[in-house]
């Protein structure tokens, strides 16, 4: 059955080409803030072992809100390492030290780099590509990594 979403395929398929690359950021930052729960070893080890696990949930819960916006405008969500690593604003390189500092350090930098995707296309979808809908979803996920920056960045103080 067809979608009666009323999106042009042109703007369709362009939203979901940013979500597909949000996708695989997510997807990226969720690998590595698990590494970071994994093996992060330090005098703050109980605090912030409980916090990484709170943004990996987190992280896991955007990623399968991101998937499901994507189903619904009727493309795909391929779930494929190799796509993500090709697809992904991030680099998959962690810190060469195992403290928490350094964890927080390299995950911070990558919810900024979320956000300023994130900023970059709220308008785009809903100005360029008229869609009102997916504007306010990724505004809605832009708010989360701010969140989740503010907390890992009061940690470093």
């Not at 962690?94 to 928490?100: E, H, I, L, R, V």
């Not at 994130?118 to 809903?126: D, P, S, V």
């Amino acid at each position: 059955m067809e979608s009666n979403i009323k999106i042009a395929e042109a703007n369709s398929q362009a939203i979901a080409t940013e979500l597909l690359k949000l996708f695989a950021d997510e997807q990226v930052l969720y690998t590595k803030t698990r590494n970071a729960y994994w093996n992060m070893e330090d005098t703050h080890f109980y605090e912030r072992e409980k916090l990484f696990d709170e943004q990996a949930n987190q992280l896991t819960a955007i990623i399968d809100s991101i998937a499901k916006r994507i189903r619904t405008m009727e493309h795909y969500a391929p779930a494929s390492l190799k796509y993500f690593l090709e697809i992904t604003h991030l680099t998959e390189v962690a810190p060469d030290q195992n403290d928490s500092s350094a964890y927080i350090k390299e995950l911070l930098s990558d919810h900024d780099s979320i956000v300023i995707h994130c900023k970059e296309n709220a308008h785009r979808f809903t100005s360029e590509f008229k869609d009102a809908a997916a504007g306010d979803f990724i505004k809605d996920i832009l708010e989360k990594h701010e969140n989740m920056a503010w907390v890992l960045r009061s940690h470093l103080k």
